[in-house]
């Protein structure tokens, strides 16, 4: 035999995403086992009731059992399905009025809860004329005391009534599953939006930019092979020209390749992001590139960080050594790392003539570092040295967003010392 369970589980597969708790709320309210509970302690109530009814009159055993049935019959049925339920309780109970001219008290609660599960999860269109039934009892039904007569009328009215209650509680309740339904596809369909977005500046970002980089390294190992007697020197810094285009070009495509989470890239080629393991090389290329001197100093007993912070830190010394090789050529680095109990002091200082005296607002790179410190909870300021040429300095945490409550850090796009034009 079916119980109201099995649809509740079956609704419950079908709203979608649905609040946790609502759904183990139902299952609650649906659950067989209060079902059968209520049915089976209804029906001992409308047995006793209908012993005790007959108990003091000149009844015979055979007819006060087949009242006891009819009241068991009233009330039993309740843990059927809720059409059933409703269809089975009612029949019964006009059935005891029309003819025994009596309903017990646990019969009439039986209705009520027949009728309220009836709206609440079975067929709507029998919920509203649930209570006529009894209409017609009082209408055309044998004559009959007072009491049943009350009860008739009790029962038309708040049969209906309760039907409606539990509509109005499964509207309630489709509602909320509808309305979580769309926030669903809406969220899916903004995720879908930016992947495309995504994917579309990755296509554009490859088809212009790339095409660039591509040129300059073909351009540049052209001027090397094919221009006659080219110093030892200016081939050097050609295929230099071209090794540097090469490596943006590689780090580029690997960035959009994450960025185009549609593409289907190779994964074995795309490399981590960079971290403090990969200075060395970049201030090795530096120093090869630009023929000025390169110092990496380290302060303190060195520590594993943050990847985010790592990735910060790269890139912050990747930016500075490219302005200082823009701004001040030939001019001697030196990148310090200090390290403390809980942050790391990044210093990027040359011996070059310093900031212009121009009074312009900072530029993208510099802004673009200070982000890159803001990102992980740090700070940055560039400007002017103390003993001369420009300093970055930068403090950061040794976990990414450690310290960003302690000390926030400017907003992005606020000057903090001086860019060099």
Do not use: K
Request: hydrophobic share 45%; proline share 6%; net charge positive.
């Amino acid at each position: 035999m079916g119980t109201y369970a099995d649809m509740g589980e079956r609704a419950s597969a079908d709203a979608g995403p649905v609040d946790a708790a609502g759904r183990a709320g139902r299952r609650v309210a649906v659950s067989p086992r209060p079902l059968m509970a209520a049915g089976a302690l209804l029906g001992l109530a409308a047995a006793v009731e209908s012993v005790l009814r007959n108990a003091g009159t000149d009844a015979v055993g055979p007819f006060v059992l087949l009242v006891s049935l009819v009241g068991l019959a009233t009330t039993l049925p309740v843990a059927l399905r809720p059409t059933a339920a409703a269809v089975a309780v009612t029949v019964a109970a006009v059935g005891s009025l029309a003819v025994f001219q009596a309903l017990t008290g646990a019969g009439a609660a039986a209705q009520l809860v027949a009728a309220y599960r009836l709206g609440r999860g079975g067929w709507p269109p029998l919920a509203a004329p649930l209570g006529v039934p009894y209409v017609l009892v009082l209408a055309f039904g044998p004559a009959a005391g007072t009491g049943v007569r009350v009860l008739a009328t009790v029962l038309a009215c708040l049969v209906p009534v309760a039907a409606t209650i539990g509509t109005a509680r499964r509207t309630r309740r489709e509602d909320a599953e509808s309305r979580a339904a769309h926030r669903a596809i809406a969220g899916t369909l903004l995720e879908h939006t930016a992947r495309g977005e995504r994917a579309r500046i990755a296509r554009e970002l490859h088809d212009v930019v790339a095409h660039h980089i591509s040129m300059i390294s073909v351009q540049a190992e052209n001027a090397r092979l094919t221009t006659p007697g080219l110093p030892a020197s200016g081939a050097a810094r050609l295929s230099a020209i071209g090794d540097t285009a090469r490596a943006a070009l590689t780090e580029m495509r690997r960035l959009l390749g994450v960025l185009r989470e549609d593409a289907q890239a190779d994964a074995a080629r795309r490399q981590p992001q960079p971290g403090l393991r990969e200075l060395t090389e970049l201030l090795d290329q530096a120093r090869d590139t630009s023929g000025a001197g390169t110092r990496l100093i380290l302060r303190g007993a060195p520590r594993a960080l943050d990847p985010g912070v790592e990735l910060a830190v790269y890139r912050i010394v990747q930016e500075a050594l490219t302005n200082s090789r823009r701004h001040a050529p030939g001019a001697a680095v030196d990148v310090e790392l200090h390290y403390t109990d809980a942050a790391l002091r990044l210093l990027i200082r040359d011996n070059g003539p310093g900031p212009a005296a121009s009074g312009r607002p900072a530029g993208h790179g510099l802004l673009g570092m200070r982000e890159r410190a803001a990102a992980v909870g740090g700070r940055l300021r560039a400007g002017a040295g103390a003993g001369g040429g420009f300093l970055v300095e930068s403090t950061l945490p040794t976990r990414a967003g450690e310290d960003a409550r302690r000390h926030p850090a400017p907003a992005a796009g606020t000057p903090s010392g001086t860019d060099v034009p």
